[in-house]
């Protein structure tokens, strides 16, 4: 065996004690192959080929799960049957597999090829798998075993991500941006206009209601609008590990033994406070611009000098970020910050105030404001800390070993109440759920969810970790989606008549006036005819928020459409708040001294797309080529 073939064997070795498992537990965990399953073969069952290989339930479901945690994350757990339509959940799930499986194969044609060492690095370089900046083979083991997942299995999906990963280099490397590209994308993005326009608002239509058949006829066209959610009720078994904790003792030997490997972890390092003023500098500026930038960054030095407040002179003339909080960075360790930043902060005085210093962002100013010297906990000083998270671990991996053995015995064919009952514990009930679960799980709620909508009604999950707690579950009734009839949701329907009335009144208004424009009249004669004032805007760019108005898609893209040729919008713009007449009061070109300061940066970020559009086409070239089946059901 090779010294590269040694590492990963020595890798797979020795899973670790007792502690492993319960650290595991405690790490977030970002790996995509991880979900539940039921007792039923969904397992075995074939969702979709490619090119003649299968795709699995057990394959498609992970990938489903994944997507629909991180969904529920960024909306806040608000999920429900209209949102995972919305975004094409089950379309996503199979369209990453698939399309994975099409560039893996692709690669592979190409010849790439994965290293045992490239494979290592990318494995050891793994946060989740690293303790105090270190790998640690005893977290790769454990977590791998938490996901039930063998070192060769995730060690051959590494390999894939790597191989993919080289491909997309591959592509992007191939991307070339001229001056002439670079310029028009510059001009593009960097002019600016200014608008006049009239605002018609549907909710200033007053007195509009409904006939009895009106409403009628409304429900009889909308009644799918009406629809209600899939519900579910579920018994669930939860295993908190706070129930354990009388069950375990933490010896003094055992303190003093994770004290002494974990000293670290009761170290707090030196601390910076400090303000800073940011003038930036591209990296590869050349030395003009750059020392255009450092007799910039002096002039603010010498106001600081002669007594300026310096958070206002942050807030006046600094380009980083924090400008606006008067340069403020709280407190910061040495290796957080760039190099040049670091060392110089961390020499000076509190109050002192810095000369320039220059890093990859640009020139810097800096001001310390407190030092927080760098500290230690001594054994006796974190005895009751150690003791309180040690006891919870070992607590942890009581409530897993019962939630196993629970699941054990339903698998061998026990009733889930009969085996609760059997080993002293406690089966409840949930009141019926939609999507985002039941309100009193709280963390874990959108997990245990998925799991119960994804199983049968009877079938009972694996262990669901939750964070706080574990659970089994087994969903014993399902309600499906229903129309509720009109008598019960007259009012709510009744509301959204009136919006859909008052909106329709809006818009024939807005058509009318802007008739009248076309015709010649001024906005502002056909403002005062009808009782609307007209607003104009300051100039803004396409990616900006337009001033009084605020971020509106489809208003920005008529503005800029406008020219003086051509000044009046050809159709209303529905927005927010209604209904807008547009009309060009002015547009700027932008200086073309600027593209030169701006050039790498424009140059970048059109590799990048080009890179990306090139990916695609590519992926959509090999999907062409490729025979693709998926189940009907499967199918958005």
């Known amino acids: 065996m090779t010294g590269r073939g040694a590492m990963l064997s020595l890798m797979r070795k020795k899973a670790g004690s007792w502690m492993i498992k319960v650290i595991l537990a405690l790490i977030v965990v970002v790996f995509m192959f991880w979900g539940v399953g039921s007792f ?37 757990g608000n999920l429900n049957e209209e949102t995972l339509k919305m975004f094409q959940v089950k379309k996503q799930a199979l369209d990453r597999i698939i399309d994975r499986r099409l560039m893996l194969a692709e690669a592979n044609r190409l010849g790439f090829m994965i290293s045992e060492q490239e494979l290592i690095d990318s494995i050891q370089n793994i946060s989740a798998f690293q303790r105090d900046g270190k790998f640690d083979n005893s977290l790769y083991q454990g977590l791998l075993n938490r996901l039930r997942m063998t070192p060769e299995g995730f060690e051959l999906d590494q390999r894939d991500s790597i191989l993919i990963d080289k491909l997309r280099a591959f592509v992007a490397g191939n991307v070339k941006v001229s001056d002439a590209e670079a310029r028009q994308k510059y001009d593009w993005q960097d002019s600016t206009v200014a608008i006049e326009y009239l605002l ?277 009734e399902k309600k499906p989606p229903n129309i509720p009839p009109l008598a019960d949701i007259k009012d709510k329907v009744s509301n959204d008549w009136v919006k859909q009335r008052q909106d329709e009144m809006a818009k024939a208004d807005a058509e009318a006036l802007l008739a009248e424009l076309k015709k010649g009249e001024t906005m502002s004669a056909t403002g005062k005819k009808h009782a609307l004032t007209p607003q104009a805007t300051e100039f803004f760019k396409r990616n900006e928020a337009i001033p009084g108005i605020g971020a509106e898609t489809g208003i920005t893209q008529a503005a800029f459409e406008l020219s003086e040729a051509k000044n009046l919008a050809e159709k209303v713009v529905k927005g927010q708040k209604g209904y807008y007449l547009i009309q060009l009061k002015n547009r700027k070109v932008p200086d073309p001294a600027g593209f030169e300061a701006q050039k790498n940066e424009i140059v970048q970020q059109l590799q990048r797309e080009k890179g990306f559009n090139l990916y695609n086409t590519l992926l959509a070239r090999l999907r062409a080529d490729s025979e693709i089946n998926i189940k009907p059901e499967f199918i958005e």
Not at 41 to 67: C, F, H, K, W
Not at 421 to 438: A, I, M, Y
Not at 449 to 462: G, I, Y
């Open 200 to 476: 018609v608002e549907p909710r200033t239509y007053k007195d509009v209601k409904p006939s009895l058949e009106e409403l009628e006829t409304y429900y009889s066209e909308k009644k799918e609008d009406y629809k209600t959610e899939p519900e579910i009720k579920a018994r669930y078994v939860r295993f908190m590990p706070q129930d354990y904790m009388a069950q375990v003792e933490v010896s003094a030997d055992e303190i003093r033994d994770y004290f002494e490997t974990n000293t670290e972890d009761f170290k707090t390092p030196k601390t910076v406070e400090a303000r800073h003023i940011l003038i930036k500098v591209d990296p590869e500026a050349d030395d003009a611009m750059v020392e255009t930038a450092r007799q910039k960054i002096l002039e603010v030095l010498k106001k600081a000098q002669e007594g300026d407040d310096f958070a206002e002179l942050a807030k006046t003339y600094s380009e980083g970020p924090s400008g606006s909080q008067g340069g403020l960075l709280g407190a910061f360790k040495k290796e957080e910050m760039v190099a040049p930043f670091s060392d110089k902060a961390f020499s000076m005085k509190v109050g002192e105030l810095s000369d320039p210093v220059r890093t990859r962002f640009g020139w810097h100013l800096i001001k310390v404001e407190k030092i927080n010297p760098a500290s230690s906990q001594t054994l006796a000083e974190a005895t009751e800390q150690i003791k309180n998270q040690l006891s919870l671990e070992k607590a942890r991996v009581l409530a897993y070993d019962a939630a196993e053995a629970l699941y054990d015995a339903v698998l061998e064919g026990e009733n889930i109440e009969q085996a609760a009952n059997d080993h002293k514990l406690s089966v409840k009930t949930t009141d019926f759920f939609g999507r985002q679960g039941p309100p009193h799980i709280g963390a874990g709620r959108s997990q245990f969810a998925t799991t119960a909508f994804d199983l049968k009604e009877m079938d009972v999950s694996e262990i669901i970790d939750a964070g706080d707690s574990l659970y089994l579950l087994q969903p014993v």
């Open 40 to 76: 039923r073969n969904q397992q075995a069952t074939v969702v979709a080929s490619v090119d003649g290989m299968p795709i699995t339930y057990d394959e498609y479901n992970r990938v489903y799960n994944d997507l629909i945690e991180q969904l529920s994350r960024q909306m806040g």
